[in-house]
């Protein structure tokens, strides 16, 4: 730890002598506009919900163009999580939560907000389960680390990941790219836009994703599972004069991927099982459990019978899930000469329908539906000045409806027409109503030194209306109907209505940020530009509700909001002619109130309490450099010590000193980038990259069983292009030394399965673009 932070305050204090150096009689620093051919670009973003260059920026963030991504490969949402230090991503039940800096999820439960945010073209996606259809059609990507509660608000307490679309251009401009991979993969996609009449223009994108073949081998049902069938499709118009601005977006998609290819695991010893009381065999205590170890067996007596995690035994039916996605904006920049009033008002609808088997005993039927609806107004000053500034209000209206059924054993053994025994029915409608007014501030104190102050007042309303029941009567059971739910209830576990509040709950925040940026006057051809920043920030997560599958009313909690003070200090820089871009950061976190998903006493299944306090540190440089034209290098390192510092238990066992899920120590990502002419207009290309992931655990209770080793994901791409006639061919080829990882792990052990899911396997194709 000493180690780490030791290193990047000397890199900053470092930068700190040497600008003071360089403002001494030297030689004249070239002209950005007289920059090398092989100097780095600037990526322009509104991080700050103003256009600025990224360099700029007094805050850790990862800009990557629509380009740049094209030429990673980057094709989901989780792929962007590769490009970027101390970012991990969970994958599960068809749900993409990030984790950054060790602020993250691991929950199943889709009511509640993820600590990090994602916003498309500055709107608010509420669920992590609305992810899988908006990678497509991106100009540029902004990975902001840190709060971002000032500008951004609700649940950005970790940051926020914002996806930024191509708009109307008033020129003819059309893309399209056609791709065929591994696993009969067929993926497409094309976009045009241009001018329609007058000052009206449009762009209408879309993509279309069909894998004929999943990665896991279902051997008892047959077939293949966890294939990815998906498309989506968006539409703009966009009218402007000399002063006001008007963009009309909409979206339509469907993802009705086999959602599945979940390893499941025997806790128990056959002996055990064989008596009817069962019990824990060693290896999964000590946590070398596989699907090929003897002498661990499911509840109903059998295993994987293999080490082959992309094999599965046990699953009698293939996952299939059923999601829609809708929505639109309506935004309109008026500028006024001193500031430019903007209105963007967004429309965000998903409807999810996914079935799973999760053991031989039991299943799911998730069935859930998203209405969501934002106005936000701001005004912001014009140019930039002495006095910069954002002024604004924001109001968001979000409902949830739920109507999930946990199916349990004994499991059906003709196929098709038994139900299962019982089911836990969780049917609940959760709405929120927030409300917040915001302020923030660049001062320039001097030439030099800049002052950054924001502050955010906010104030959400929630309400749930709905009971966990016991029933029964779902038919077919195998597999049970995608939208299943019982006809018979038996019995209430837990209702709203007995919660202190009723279900309702009041909360407001107030959140903050203050901060100075120092960028010296450069005289100096090794130093083209530096900055030097320091932050306080703070910010919260909503409260809610634990209201999947309680089963007990002491389970059916009310959680405050979660709320974090950052302090963070760094550097940003380009050097050598602009061919050398250094950044670095160091920060810590107090983390209040944390959302903890952990076994309780007297409950099924593990629960979301409000009760941890997590202490971070840590340490990220990232760099970049053109050594010579055609040649781009890059490379980034994470340190993270992250751990619970609050007194809370998790099935007897207390928590304190554990690190939280998806929290490794060390991260690493680097990439290699060669284009060389071949002839007039075609060149050739290569590109290798790879990232690290130390170990981490997958659960809070940290056991061995959810312990996932430390791993290399490495990738390349080779081709030829024409950018006189905007054309490519590209191989490429993902995880090439066919890493085996998870990364999603449930320790269902009283159940009778452990769950894992893993990363995809290696996987490689071919790729034609084209553009103009």
């Known amino acids: 730890m000493k180690s780490a932070i030791r290193t990047l305050l000397l890199g900053t204090a470092f930068m700190a002598p040497v600008a003071a150096w360089a403002n001494e009689p030297g030689p004249a620093a070239a002209e950005e506009a007289a920059a090398p051919s092989e100097a780095l670009g600037d990526i322009v973003v509104t991080a700050q919900k103003r256009s600025q260059s990224a360099q700029q920026v007094g805050i850790a963030l990862t800009a990557l163009s629509g380009d740049e991504l094209a030429k990673r490969g980057i094709q989901n949402v989780s792929d962007v ?10 994958l599960a039940a068809g749900m993409t939560a990030f984790n950054i800096r060790g602020m993250g999820s691991n929950d199943f439960s889709t009511n509640f907000g993820s600590p990090v945010a ?5 709107i608010y996606i509420s669920k992590v389960l609305m992810n899988s259809l908006i990678l497509f059609d991106i100009d540029r990507f902004e990975g902001l680390k840190g709060p971002q509660g000032t500008l951004f608000g609700r649940n950005t307490t970790g940051g926020s990941m914002n996806i930024y679309t191509r708009k109307p251009t008033d020129s003819l401009k059309a893309n399209a790219s056609v791709e065929y991979g591994n696993y009969d993969t067929y993926r497409a996609e094309a976009g045009i836009g241009g001018p329609i009449a007058g000052n009206l223009t449009g762009r209408i994108a879309g993509f279309v994703v069909h894998q004929g073949d999943g990665f896991y081998r279902n051997l008892l049902a047959g077939g293949r599972d966890g294939a990815e069938r998906k498309y ?12 006001t601005k008007v963009l009309l977006s909409g979206h339509y998609g469907k993802d009705k991927s086999l959602a599945g290819g979940y390893e499941l695991l025997g806790p128990f010893t056959p002996q055990s099982v064989a008596a009817g ?3 824990f065999c060693q290896p999964y205590l000590d946590g070398t459990l596989t699907g090929g170890t003897p002498g661990c067996v499911l509840s109903d007596g059998r295993n994987e019978g293999d080490n082959d995690p992309y094999t599965l035994n046990v699953s009698q039916f293939i996952h299939k899930q059923d999601n829609t996605g809708a929505g639109g904006l309506l935004r309109v920049d008026h500028d006024m000469g001193w500031a430019t009033l903007t209105s963007l008002t967004g429309v965000e609808s998903f409807s999810r329908k996914l079935r799973e088997h999760d053991g031989p005993d039991f299943g799911v039927s998730w069935r859930s539906k998203t209405f969501d609806v934002s106005e936000e107004v701001r005004l912001t000053s014009s140019g930039d000045r002495t006095w910069n500034y954002v002024l604004g209000g924001y109001f968001a209206y979000d409902r949830f409806e739920s109507a999930d059924n946990l199916l349990l054993g004994p499991k059906p053994t003709d196929g098709s027409t038994n139900a299962y025994s019982g089911d836990i029915y969780s049917p609940f409608t959760q709405t929120s109503k927030a409300l917040a007014v915001f302020f923030h501030n660049e001062i320039k104190l001097t030439d030099e030194l800049r002052l950054i102050a924001g502050l955010r007042w906010s104030r959400e309303h929630i309400t749930i209306d709905g009971a966990t029941f016991l029933g029964s009567g779902v038919t077919p059971a195998v597999p049970p109907a995608i939208n299943g739910y019982p006809t018979t ?3 209430t576990l837990s ?3 007995a919660i202190p509040g009723g279900g309702r709950r009041t909360d407001e925040n107030v959140s903050f940020k203050t901060g100075v940026q120092w960028k010296p006057k450069i005289s100096s051809a090794a130093i083209d530009d530096l900055m030097i920043y320091a932050n306080v920030s703070t910010g919260f997560r909503s409260g809610g509700f634990n209201a999947e599958f309680v089963t007990a009313q002491s389970a059916f909690t009310s959680l405050a909001p979660e709320e974090i003070t950052a302090y963070e200090a760094g550097f940003k820089s380009r050097l050598a002619g602009r061919r050398l871009q250094v950044n670095g950061a160091i920060f810590r976190y107090d983390f209040r109130n944390g959302f903890i998903n952990a076994d309780t006493p007297g409950a099924l299944l593990p629960i979301t309490q409000n009760a941890a306090s997590i202490k971070t540190v840590g340490a990220e440089l990232d760099i970049q450099w053109v050594p010579v034209e055609g040649l781009n290098l890059s490379a980034g390192g994470g340190w993270l010590d992250s751990k619970i510092a609050s007194n ?7 928590l304190k000193g554990n690190r939280p899920v998806n929290t490794a120590e060390w991260t690493f990502n680097g990439r290699a980038y060669y284009e060389h002419p071949i002839t007039g207009d075609l060149s050739a290309f290569i590109s290798a990259d790879g990232n690290y992931r130390s170990a981490q655990f997958l659960e809070i209770a940290n056991q061995p069983i959810s312990r996932q080793q430390g791993y290399w994901i490495v990738n390349g791409q080779i081709g030829i292009e024409n950018k006189a006639q905007g054309w490519a061919l590209t191989g490429w080829v993902k995880n090439l030394t ?4 998870r990364t999603y792990a449930n320790d269902l052990g009283a159940l009778g399965t452990v769950i894992n899911i893993y990363g995809p396997p290696r996987t490689y194709g071919v790729k034609l673009s084209y553009s103009f």
Not at 81 to 90: K, L
Not at 648 to 654: D, E, K, P, Q, R
């Open 81 to 90: 999580a590769g490009s970027m230090t101390n970012v991990q991503v969970n």
């Open 118 to 122: 994602v916003h498309v073209d500055e």
């Open 232 to 243: 989506a499709v968006r539409a703009q118009l966009a009218w402007s004069d000399d002063r």
């Open 277 to 279: 009381t069962p019990a």
């Open 489 to 491: 209830i038996l019995a």
């Open 495 to 497: 209702t709203s209505s």
């Open 648 to 654: 809370i238990t998790s099935g007897g066992v207390n």
């Open 738 to 741: 066919k890493s085996t990882y």
